[in-house]
């Protein structure tokens, strides 16, 4: 057998030579292990990246007095407008013990509101204020300069986000 490169349900880039065995005898031990080490991995060059494109945003967002993950959430409500804290976590990938501590800083700080609905008092909105709203124009300047720290074609992009978006709707 050959080498192989593929991803396998493991989450790991399989790079290992294959051996062969004959019905009955010992299973060959050579690469048994491949599959932890860290370069096999798909998962980790996909969190290093994310972590450092997360590092890039913080000296834009800082000006902007905002977290990455307070960005985000603006970029859901100032698209939304209004949405229930379990839309607003299926958007984002969150859930509500990462969002009601986020929603309470983001509140004090005035840029969003949180109301219970009136239709179904279980439901909690978000609504964006006035202030929050205003941040857009400041923020709409941060993904072109994101766009110039990360070099990619915008084929190469496009392509990127694709499978991303492919990785999410499988998991």
């Not at 399989?14 to 932890?36: F, I, M, Q």
């Not at 990462?98 to 909105?125: C, F, H, I, Q, Y």
């Not at 124009?137 to 991303?164: F, H, R």
């Amino acid at each position: 057998m050959g080498k192989t490169s593929r991803i396998n349900a493991g989450d790991a880039v399989d790079k290992s030579v294959g051996a062969g065995t004959d019905k009955g005898a010992e299973v060959n031990d050579t690469g048994k292990y491949d599959n932890l080490k860290l370069e096999n991995q798909l998962c980790f060059p996909l969190y290093a990246a994310a972590k450092e494109i997360v590092r890039h945003y913080k000296p834009f967002l800082d000006e902007l007095n905002m977290t990455y993950t307070q960005y985000i959430t603006m970029m859901a409500m100032w698209e939304h407008k209004e949405l229930s804290v379990k839309e607003l976590g299926n958007c984002l990938y969150l859930d509500s013990g990462t969002l009601t501590p986020l929603l309470k800083t983001m509140e004090a700080k005035g840029w969003v509101e949180r109301n219970r609905s009136k239709e179904d008092e279980r439901v909690l909105n978000v609504t964006i204020t006035p202030l929050g709203e205003s941040l857009k124009e400041k923020a709409v300047q941060v993904p072109g300069k994101m766009s110039a720290c990360v070099k990619l074609e915008p084929e190469e992009a496009a392509q990127l986000y694709k499978t991303l978006h492919k990785i999410l709707d499988t998991l």
